[in-house]
């Protein structure tokens, strides 16, 4: 099998400064570009696509905030180079709603305050959508689990946890929890005011 | 239940819900668009060319390769840049570029500037700076003792950035007397805010004739003033916009060198320029914790009591001043709010070294010392005998009082934060009683609700919040204040929709603009919810007052009888009759024109009258109290923090939700500072290299927790409303951190009966202290430190007025004016010597 | 941001056609799976080929076949993986996780779940060996002079040294040589297949014996006889991204009574290479896992871990503790015992 380098079928050779014509789905649509070779998914989407939902904490696989779902699989953009993109689906948090209605995760984060700064957001929320579409019924420990690829530095990730068992519960067809609040100390027992 | 001014009660409306933010649907969405998410046509990418030395004059930057480089169409050098900035007036010493000299590795030198990010960074590899090094000054014990070459040219003498010595009654007599003496060192290691958006910055000349620089910064007046000040422009033809920023933690407070070189860049190329920092670079930026050794004596009663009290502080500033003046107050001032001391001294000293600078994150100066105070505390009682929940709950300062360093305290929710976690933690059948491994420890904390002082000297207000309502019923409320996440767009909607009676939805926030909002002076010192809340308390007040009246006319009532809620304007002796709120404001814009009001607010002044009493007032409190259980694995050190019991005084909680999760934020970051987070320093061997460089400036290796490392929280809110706050409000954002390190290493003492008086407790530290004969692991010394005369200032029950007796007698700032014009605040009391109740002698 | 920076990117479908533009490229070209390791070196500038041979587009990578019973003397039994299978399917394979627990478990492991979706078996093999000094941008390195690893002279992490001491930090390879596996390599002059074991090489830069030319296309598992037991510890800082700064792999076969037949213990994360815990095995094979085997066994295990100061923790605490790991991992062998195998220690 030795021999010289044939021209092969499915090389894609870009030398230097030579652009990249990717075609795609993303959320559904297809799309058709031309942008530069080296770029990455995340840098596709955000800067040729102006879909910039989807954000970047570390471009190094380290912060888990530039997650996005690549043929229904969680990935992290910042690792994927685009060329790889050619003919595959990407989902993004831009394409988590149903036109008006927001993703059941969607709401939940906002209702739960698993929303803070909301930079790791995106990231979280496909994280979450990639285990609820395996684990209808996660256990806390299988949520935090999923969840372990994102870091959040605002909400020590509890209220992000109570967000993705709400979301799993509306669901499965039952009732929105509410948000769980701090006890008060009076309201709560023997804590009296003073 | 709030009194209205009819004299009655009514449930508050929107206030105290768990509401959906008014910005959640841009989060959850992706639409919200954080700095780097701006994009303009044309727009080009810059990027910094950083020393790579970690101290040395520049002898000459050659740029000409990069210049010549396809797709640059700039190259930036320091002599654009020969007016210094700062963060505080006293430490006016940065260069948006480095002009002569380099002071840490990762100090910017020149920017390029292309029409790709990518074609930018290969031509900073193609920018030959050539250095002449100096030698390296890695650690404040080699500050003191190696005084030249000087990082900085100014500050209290050599590498010495800044000394305070405060004695605030004799100490050295108080603890000649005490029962018990205890004294320690400790030392908190640095730590970086780590926010997980990386700063960005985007600057164009607006078709508006103005500069604009929209970017990732809390403070958006404090890099108006800098931008103007270094590229010479009118600020008001300076527009500073501050987008959403996805996380700050005190890490975007400064003016950033990368912001004015934007604009500066964006004014000599004509174009949009854009500049997103890789997380390496945020590391450089810093400001974060100063690595902190302290030591502290404490002398006590048998049966407690503090008669005296001492810390010495030695900070680590890195290679500016930034915040560092404050930041060395901050390390004593708030020593005194928590437990009655009847007498305290402090001698704070910062250095600077070769590193990226220190300066406030969460807690601002004051985590170090309040881990010294709680773990110290831990140990007395231990001493001593006593329960130390108890002992916390019998010393709390009392409500209405003077501290010794003369700092007002109005409500206090100490003792009820201590006894809530005693309660929910089960600590009075289980501290002590867990058997080897498992522990509980206990540790309470208090937190400013924003600085008593601005940054700058003025007599303005530190916030306003404008209104405008308009015939739609609509209100739109614009304030400078800066959205960090911490949700105070939402306090804004809140605040203003409560007054008026409306949904929070009906109130569109306009925040983080010069050119569109009141300034505020932002988010900093966890000012925003009491200050900002205030300001729009005041302009929905007086927005109301306008609206009543012409409601009143037309119902034919008493202005007092008109009543505003559920998005109406009624009769309150007979709600049925009444109109909507839009055909109220309405009514008001027909009797007296456009309905717009304004609020502000400013801090009451503080009783401290001597050099140094700016620091540590605000006006109010806030405070917490932690129980921390732990697992220690003595085979290994290991510490698994199992659950931790939050309390904090809130005065009010605005919004439950948001309130939560500023708790277990805070909780998330003290546990991470207290376990892992280190912003560590590597120097190669001296015969081999100069290098002084970060240790991890990476996601990965600087170590933040992730979501399988929490443990359980449970929080628990005390709403004794506050006088001085909004609603009763105080804040939230940073007071929850404090007390979880001491609280941790109290656990595990409770746990394997080691002291690890140093932060992060990590597991090398904690198996060195179980093989230790001392079973302690933490620093043994304190080096001399040349302190200055101390001021002399009695604490008020010794007969003080507030002012030192060994200086000049200061009077208020605003009588020293030249301008001859009184200027004190007419809200503001007149400087008295404090009341009789006041002076609670411990 | 940081980015890649230019390279020229070819698709094969077949492994011919990817060994071919090796051999013809040379030393410029490397081979991508995952990218979880090559992307964030190249945007370091750690590596920077010209050429990027994306493997992703070839079909016979992705295959893998799962026969975990059977007589184990047949050699075609046992699990074969091609070389782009994700560690998190690895992760979630049932029959993998019931025959080689100690695999699935270190799969399991890895960084993070979106990090195992995109990582291969093949590039976890071949991930490039760690250090404090060499991880960092270009900018970083510049600061120090560089290292011997990347453009420099000089190991920092030990100045006197002529090798690179930087770290395998595979969670994988420690349990697929303590599993006996083997590994195809292809070229354009053929294939070969060795052990497992005999990938590595004992040199932070040159720590694999895959010759440059070469595509490590798949690894084979062999059949757990009756009675096998493995097992997988890894020590780390948090509870997901980190790399192990001590990975101890264990296979044993137990016989009646619990007495161990055979057993072979490899330790990764603290040097270049995964080190073979010989005496350890030998020290078991006889026993029961008893108290006292596990303590010994376990000292011994430590001993032959040597740790260098380039990775995260102290270098006396991962001396210390190491034996105490270890023995974590001795006791996951016994039968219905429980361990946890992720001794996180925040």
New interface residues.
Partial sequence: ??????P??????????DKLRLAFTVNGEARDLVA?????LL?VL??DL????????????????C?VLLDG????S????A??CQGRSAT???G??DGPR?HP???A?????A????????GM?L?AK?LLERTPEPSRDQI??????????????????DAVAAAAQVMRGERAP?????????Q????G?? | MAKTEGGGERPFQVLGKPLRRVDAIGKVTGETRFADDLAMPGMLHMKLVRSTVPHARIRGVDVTKALACEGVRAVLTGELFPIPFGILPVSQDEHALCPDKVRFVGDPVAAVVATEELIAEEATRLVEVSYEPLATIGSPEEALRVAEPRIQDHGDGGNIHKMVALDFGDVPAALAGADLVVEDCFFYQGNTHLPLEQHATLAYMGTDGRLTIASSTQTPHYLHRAAAKVLGIPASRIRIIAPPQGGGFGGKTDPFNHEIVAAKAALLTGRPVKIALTREEVFYCHRGRHPVLMRMRTGVTRDGRIVGHSVESLLDGGAYGSYGVASTFYTGALETVTYQMARYQFRGCRTFTNKPPCGPKRGHGTPQPRFGLEVQIDKICERLGKDPAQWRIDNAVPADSLTANWLKIRTIGLVPCVEAVVEASGWKSRFRKLGRGRGLGIAASSYLCGAGLPIYWNEMPHTGVQLLLDRSGGVTAFCGASEVGQGSDNVLAVCVAEVLGIDILDVKVVTGDTSLGPVDLGSYSSRVTLMMGNAAVEAAQRARDRLAEAAAARLDIAVERVGFGGGRVFDVGDPDRGMAFADAVQLAEAAGGTVGTVGSYRPPRAPGRFKGAGVGPSPSYSYSAAVVEVEVDEATGAVRVVKVWIAHDIGRALNPVLVRGQMEGSVYMGLGEALMEEQAFRRLPPRLSRALVHQTPSMLEYKSLASRDMPEIESILIERPEPNGPFGAKEVGQGPLLPIPPAVANAVYDAVRVRVDEVPITPDKVLAALRATSRRFGPDTFPAVPWPEPLIVPPPWEGGDGNATNEPRRRDRSERRTDGRDGRDPRDPPPRSPRAEEIVKP | MMRLPRFRYLAPTEVAEAAAALADLGPEAMVLAGGTDLFPNMKRRQQTPGTVIGLRGIAALHARSIEPSGDPSGSARGLTLGALTRLSVIEHDRAIADAWPALAVAASLVATPPLRNMGTIGGNLCLDTRCSYYDQSHEWRASIGYCMKKEGEVCWVAPGSRRCWAVSSSDTAPVLCALGAEVTLASAAGERRIPASELFADDGIAHLTRRPDEILTAVHVPAPAAGERSAYVKLRRRGSFDFPVLGVAVRARLGTGGVIESARIFVGGTGSRPLEARAAAEQLTGRVLDDDTIRETAGLIAHIAKPMQNTDFTLSWRKSVAAAYAARALRALIPGGAASPVPEVS
């Fill in positions: 099998m030795a021999g010289p380098l044939v092969l079928s499915a090389v894609r050779a870009s030398p230097p400064r530069e070779s080296y770029k990455t840098e955000r800067e102006g879909l910039t939902g989807t954000k970047h904490g570390c471009e190094l696989g380290e912060c888990g905030a997650a699989e969680l990935v992290l910042c690792l994927v180079a060329v790889e993004t948090v831009e988590l709603r927001l995760l969607q709401d984060f906002a209702d739960h305050g929303a803070q700064c909301g930079y790791c957001t995106p929320l994280a990639a935090a689990e999923a969840l372990s690829g994102q870091i959040c530095r605002c909400t020590g990730y509890l209220q992000i946890f509410a948000p769980k609040l701090p006890a008060i100390a009076g709560r027992g023997s804590h005011e003073d």
